[in-house]
């Protein structure tokens, strides 16, 4: 593939995150702004403040006996007026006829509250520094209360999903540009080339898919107006701190693209290509070693692991401890399966495609693996040339890790089994004697 090629592709994967980010945003786009109105049931709360029904206890209630005892009952119209005096607004609008018919019906649902874009007629004309509208008709005088609730107090409200979010309405468009990026980046595999298909372009491609997403948690708080609301904070926190994570695999697996890349442009030690008896053999000898190796290294965990679980309980005696021994154990199930199940899946992904490998002086690729030696604390340790039970260059290289509260650093070691093809040996053997002389020379 060309390097416009391999662009395009970075191109077109990125462009379809973003449009499956857009259509997730859209879908949880929240209105800026809403209108609550209730009708008012003058006669209820009229009741409410002369006739109580006796159910208040406490404070509550003496605080309101001692109201009513200087105050006393007033006529409802009198009652209403103080209550609405200078805070109303005339419904001179028909729709607002409609409006009334809505909050009707609310009452009668006995859901209370309606909520209303206030971009809609006649809620335009609504003044902040008011309270009530009034409308007068057939069926007399009726008040709706409203007031303006903003977007980060919606968590506050009951609010039906078609109104909280009225993007909802054009799911059709919402829908056509989640499944068109979906098809447009991801259907039909990734294609490319050597590059494009090794761990490394994988790698540089779902970081940089993971940063988009990333970066959607941290702008959705700014874009909906809800920042200081909910998870909004803990979203922009979280979001921010795995995206530094991603722009650094980023560059990492960008390190490693770019290294392959010169590597299969012609700045390697050895190009390697196998038989397929040949491979296969390799292939299912180095299965063994590394289930071995993985299993032997299982047996020291477990071991270490059920002396531990067991002094626990001996000392501490109680049902903790055996919580703990038995947390301990359910672990070791669980690597004990990766230990047995990670070797069997590279043996099945390199059965499925021929042989191949590059080794360079930075690093290797190993049928669709990538390995670098180079930066960030990582060294290569040890080279040779080995020919039982089958001619191979065995590498050794480790990088740095941290690990435990104080954070202390140790190396984690990496063993890479290179077969060298029959008839070329001499090229396996000069390629461990120049690695072997630039270890010597950087140590």
Request: charged content about 20%; proline content about 5%.
């Amino acid at each position: 593939m060309s390097e416009h090629g391999r662009e395009r592709l970075m191109a077109r994967q990125l462009l379809a995150s973003m449009a499956i980010v857009a259509a997730l945003m859209a879908w949880w786009f929240p209105a800026p702004l809403l209108v609550r109105g209730e009708l008012v049931q003058w006669s209820r709360l009229y009741e409410n403040r002369f006739a109580p029904s006796g159910s208040s206890l406490g404070a509550t209630a003496l605080g309101g006996a001692f109201v009513r005892s200087v105050t006393g009952p007033v006529p409802l119209t009198e009652f209403i007026a103080s209550r609405i005096e200078g805070q109303v607004m005339p419904a001179t609008d028909s729709v607002w006829t409609d409006v009334f018919a809505a909050l009707q019906g609310s009452v009668d649902a006995r859901q209370g509250t309606v909520f209303f874009d206030p971009e809609q007629p006649p809620f335009p004309a609504l003044e902040p520094d008011r309270r009530y509208v009034q409308l007068q008709d057939e069926q007399g005088i009726r008040h709706m209360e409203y007031r303006f609730v903003p977007a980060n107090d919606f968590e506050m409200h009951e609010i039906p999903p078609d109104v909280r979010y009225p993007l909802r309405r054009y799911w059709p468009l919402i829908a056509a540009l989640g499944l068109g990026g979906i098809l447009f980046g991801f259907a039909g595999g990734s294609g490319g080339g050597l590059v494009e298909r090794s761990s490394a372009g994988k790698g540089l491609r779902w970081s940089a898919i993971c940063a988009v997403g990333l970066m959607g948690m941290i702008m959705w708080p700014f874009v909906y107006r809800t920042v200081g609301a909910g998870l909004s904070l803990a979203s922009i926190i979280m979001g921010g701190i795995f995206l530094i994570g991603a722009l650094v695999a980023m560059w990492l697996f960008g390190r490693q693209a770019a290294m392959l890349r010169r590597m299969a442009g012609g700045a390697h030690l050895a190009h390697f290509t196998y038989n397929p008896d040949e491979w296969t053999r390799f292939v299912q000898w180095n299965f063994g070693e590394e289930a071995s190796e993985k299993k032997a290294l299982w047996w020291i965990i477990f071991a270490i692991s059920l002396l531990i679980g067991l002094g626990f309980m001996a000392v501490m005696r109680d049902e903790a401890s055996v919580w703990v021994f038995g947390v301990l154990m359910a672990l070791m199930v669980v690597l004990r399966a990766l230990a047995v199940g990670l070797p069997r899946l590279a043996l099945g992904h390199h059965l499925a495609r021929p042989g191949e490998v590059y080794v360079g002086e930075e690093g290797l690729f190993l049928n669709g693996t990538v390995h670098t030696w180079t930066g960030l604390g990582a060294r290569l340790d040890d080279v040779a040339l080995e020919s039982a039970p089958l001619p191979h260059l065995r590498l050794v290289y480790s990088y740095l890790m941290v690990a435990g509260r104080s954070l202390y650093f140790f190396r984690n070691y990496v063993t890479v089994r290179i077969p060298v093809p029959e008839g070329r040996e001499a090229e396996g053997k000069a390629v461990a004697d120049k690695l072997n002389r630039a270890l010597k020379a950087d140590s």
